[in-house]
């Protein structure tokens, strides 16, 4: 699969360079389309050593789920916007990405839109054990997370009991 995406990749590159008489709006619209493939690139590599670190069995970084809570939770604008958007994703969601991410409030903007949009995706096609969420080094830390009037949502409602087990 590699292989064939780079293919198209140097596939794309060597038609751009053969492109005569367009116009600007074109290269534009190819510098768009170029940028978004960036974040798609970006934001799964970052995915990517949970995942493994799910997979292999290996100590999670869970300091960054209280932190990326506490911050999300926080009463800035900002990151309300931001918690409000995470509140979609069930908890298993949720805590993958605050582990993924050492500051999702400062994740830019198109790559925190792509990240919440697709991954319920990517989870589901990285076929993680089924208990990962139930690791007590997961229960811990999510049985420290501040109590909050925006957390509690994410703490005493469906998303807890579609993951982690009841605090």
């Not at 960054?64 to 069930?90: H, V």
């Not at 925190?112 to 830390?141: G, S």
């Amino acid at each position: 699969m590699s292989q064939e995406i780079h293919q198209k990749l140097d596939d794309i590159s060597k038609t751009i360079c053969s492109l005569r008489d367009v116009e600007d709006s074109v290269f534009d619209e190819l510098h768009l389309k170029v940028s978004k493939l960036l974040v798609q690139v970006e934001t799964p590599k970052g995915l990517n050593e949970i995942a493994r670190t799910i997979r292999d069995g290996s100590a999670l970084p869970v300091r960054r789920i209280n932190y990326n809570i506490k911050k999300l939770s926080d009463n800035d604008e900002a990151c309300q916007i931001r918690w409000s958007a995470m509140q979609k994703l069930n908890c298993p969601q949720i805590i993958f990405s605050t582990m993924a991410f050492p500051g999702l409030a400062s994740l830019a903007d198109e790559q925190f839109e792509y990240l919440v949009e697709n991954l319920p995706n990517y989870i589901e096609a990285q076929e993680l054990p089924c208990d990962w969420i139930a690791r007590d080094q997961v229960r811990k830390v999510v049985a420290g997370t501040p109590r909050r009037e925006s957390t509690q949502p994410f703490l005493q409602g469906e998303n807890v009991s579609e993951g982690v087990p009841t605090i």
